[in-house]
Nanobody, 117 residues
């Protein structure tokens, strides 16, 4: 079966950093576009950052300059390095996997990030 397992979330003070990881199994990882989404309380889920199978990246305006997405096709893992965290970054962060041919869509269980003093 397909599994996406997020880790690395937690409680951090404003201005701090966290590194999220998503370990994938059950897919040919290198053929998939990977993304991080987040959902804050009372808000819709939104794209944070994505990295394509060819290593091209894009990030949301709200996190540009603070967050970096990367992938390791040997470890079948996608990362989200989050720096200069703000209270508005508080959300559950979800890992997403999608093949280039866009026929399926897989999600992890989410990892919670709380930015608070």
């Amino acid at each position: 079966q397909v599994q996406l397992v997020e880790s690395g979330g937690g409680l951090v003070q404003p201005g701090g950093s966290l590194r999220l990881s998503c370990a994938a199994s059950g897919i040919v990882f290198s053929a998939y576009d990977m993304g991080w989404y987040r959902q804050a309380p009372g808000k819709q889920r939104e794209l944070v950052a994505a990295v394509n199978s060819d290593y091209r990246t894009n990030v949301a305006d709200s996190v540009r300059g603070r967050f970096t997405i990367s992938r390791d096709n040997v470890k079948n893992t996608v990362f989200l390095q989050m720096n200069s965290l703000k209270p508005e970054d508080t959300a559950v962060y979800y890992c997403n996997a999608k093949p280039g041919w866009n026929t399926v869509n897989y999600w992890g269980q989410g990892t919670r990030v709380i930015v608070s003093s």
